[in-house]
């Protein structure tokens, strides 16, 4: 992608917009990285930008900005349709960053999308593709918290990419194209910015809008929404299924990982030889077992690959027990539907929930707080509305805690009453920003504080 004497400007001074100004700029280009916040320099470091000569532009953002402008890379954070970028739109190609890192591959990407479960499956792909291209040739990242466009250009063409893809992301991206790509699921997220559940999964089919069938595509065949992608894609599909055997897929037999492809059947390992627990990982292991033996990988080496993979920080892991009772950080549930994963590992749980409430039903949620919880300790914002819904379904008020915005009285709550063979829980079903700057903030922080425990 040649950006010499381009003029481009970056709009979001997160992870990626920092990523894609210094690209930018390596690539010949004169760069403004431009972020609303006025007060960004007092968190952030920015000299870093300043000495590569990148301008940074603070406070609100107007037409001015993009006067002369060649191309706007838009970071995830920064909604799309606000109308000071349909106007911009008019005059200059705005593009998602995650756009500007497929223009910059060599490689061919490997995406994964969905609701739940993306950076577990991500992570494991990452794994299973050294399998086929070397340990040093795999790049990860994408949502997952490594910029896309440095994966992509540090990735030679005898390599490959795997994303990690958020609906987010999408919104600025129309040229973005895989490999193959897994959608691993479809449930209400996301809509205070999507508005509804059509926008929202069309950002998700996005990953395979340009597929032939040269292409694969992995979707789950137990999930209604993903289940029908296969009637508008052009991908040669590839189901995988946790519940049912398929006559073509990816499912489970005999407590087996198994894959049946083309008259064969592939046999991958045992469900209990995998290190990840829970039904919702036996979903996340056969999608990329599908994806990765789609790119050519071999089974023998992608069984070893699956039983040494390990938890992902902040996704059901394992802190530290005490006392015969485990602490798990699931802080990476930020909606219901992730959470309700979690819970439905554990018979007997003291739950830590709530946070910047994203105002999703809670029925399901509750339905499975009622067969296994037996305290809910609720933090942050949404604490009102989770206790009465907690009523409204039943739950009994003397088994509710509320800990105000304070994780260190929700820990201590926790540890005072537990007992063996219960397990305390982090798995709020909430966005972190009225505590946290994000879920991996909070999530250390309930680490950091369990691990004060005696």
């Not at 008259?263 to 995998?274: A, F, K, P, R």
């Not at 933090?379 to 009102?384: F, H, I, L, M």
Request: proline fraction near 3%.
């Amino acid at each position: 992608m040649d950006l010499s004497n381009k003029k481009v400007i970056v709009i979001g001074a997160g992870i990626s917009g920092f990523a894609a100004a210094k690209l930018a700029k390596k690539l010949g280009a004169d760069v403004i990285l431009s972020d609303a916040n006025e007060k960004l320099g007092e968190k952030h470091d920015l000299t870093e930008l300043t000495a590569l000569d990148i301008k940074v532009v603070l406070g609100k953002q107007t037409e001015a900005l993009f006067e002369g402008a060649d191309l706007v890379i838009i970071s995830p954070a920064v909604p799309r349709h606000l109308p000071l970028f349909e106007k911009v739109a008019e005059k200059v190609k705005i593009i998602s960053e995650v756009e500007f890192a497929y223009k910059l591959a060599k490689a061919p990407i490997f995406a994964v999308t969905g609701t739940n479960g993306k950076t577990t499956t991500t992570m494991l792909l990452g794994e299973l593709m050294k399998t086929i291209y070397g340990e040093d040739n795999v790049g990860v990242g994408g949502n997952i918290g490594t910029p896309l466009c440095e994966e992509c250009y540090r990735i030679g063409e005898n390599g490959c990419i795997v994303a990690e893809i958020s609906s987010y992301q999408m919104e600025a991206s129309s040229d973005f194209a895989t490999k193959g790509a897994a959608i691993l699921n479809v449930t209400p997220d996301h809509l205070a910015r999507h508005k509804t559940m059509e926008v929202y999964q069309a950002e998700k089919e996005k990953v395979f809008a340009h597929h032939t069938e040269e292409n694969f595509l992995v979707l789950n065949y137990d999930d209604v929404h993903t289940r029908d992608m296969a009637n508008r894609a052009k991908s040669t599909i590839c189901f995988f299924s946790s519940s049912q055997e398929l006559e073509e897929g990816a499912f489970v037999k005999d407590n087996q990982l198994v894959i049946r492809w083309k008259g064969l059947m592939h046999v991958i390992c045992n469900v209990d030889d995998m290190q990840i627990k829970g039904s919702h990982n036996i979903e996340n292991a056969l999608a990329a077992l599908s994806l990765a033996f789609l790119a050519g990988g071999d089974t023998i080496k992608m069984a070893e690959a699956l039983k040494a993979f390990a938890p992902v920080e902040h996704r059901i892991e394992p802190v530290k027990t005490i006392d015969g009772v485990t602490y798990y950080n699931d802080s990476k549930a930020t909606n219901p539907e992730a959470a309700n994963k979690a819970i439905a590992t554990f018979p007997h749980i003291i739950l830590i929930a709530g946070g910047d409430d994203k105002n999703t039903p809670l029925d399901e949620f509750y339905a499975l707080v009622n067969e296994r919880v037996d305290n809910l300790i609720l933090v942050g914002d949404a604490t009102k509305r989770f206790k009465e819904e907690a009523l409204k379904h039943n739950y009994p008020e003397d088994k509710i805690y509320e800990a105000g915005y304070s994780m260190q009285e929700a820990v201590n709550y926790a540890h005072k009453i537990v007992k063996a063979p219960q397990v305390v829980l982090l798995s709020p079903a909430c966005a972190s920003f009225d505590m946290y700057e994000g879920y991996e903030a909070r999530g250390r922080d309930f680490k950091r504080l369990v691990n004060e425990l005696k």
